[in-house]
């Protein structure tokens, strides 16, 4: 295998991890938008019955922190990913 082919293959590699990182990091943080959305629903219907009022705000609170830190955390990694694919692009074989 000559050097061209291997940096064209090397380069197309970095690409395909380039894309991989944000496609991670832009899914991560859509799903999480979405989660969120959703678990919203479900706490607001618990905000307007008297009985589960007193305890539905800080479960909610406690859920978004969690799965904030949860799909960020994924996130983190996709712009790793990312950034490491970057540097790679910009290395010379």
Request: no cysteine.
């Amino acid at each position: 295998m000559t050097t061209e082919t291997t940096g064209s293959n090397r380069r197309w590699w970095f690409g395909v991890a380039d894309l991989a990182g944000v496609s991670l990091e832009e899914g991560a943080l859509g799903l999480e938008r979405i989660h969120l959305s959703i678990a919203d629903e479900t706490f607001n219907v618990l905000e307007a019955i008297p009985v589960t009022r007193p305890v539905s705000e800080p479960v909610r609170l406690m859920h978004h922190g969690i799965s904030r830190l949860s799909y960020r955390s994924v996130a983190l990694l996709g712009r790793g990913l990312n950034a490491a694919a970057g540097f790679g692009l910009q290395s010379r074989p």
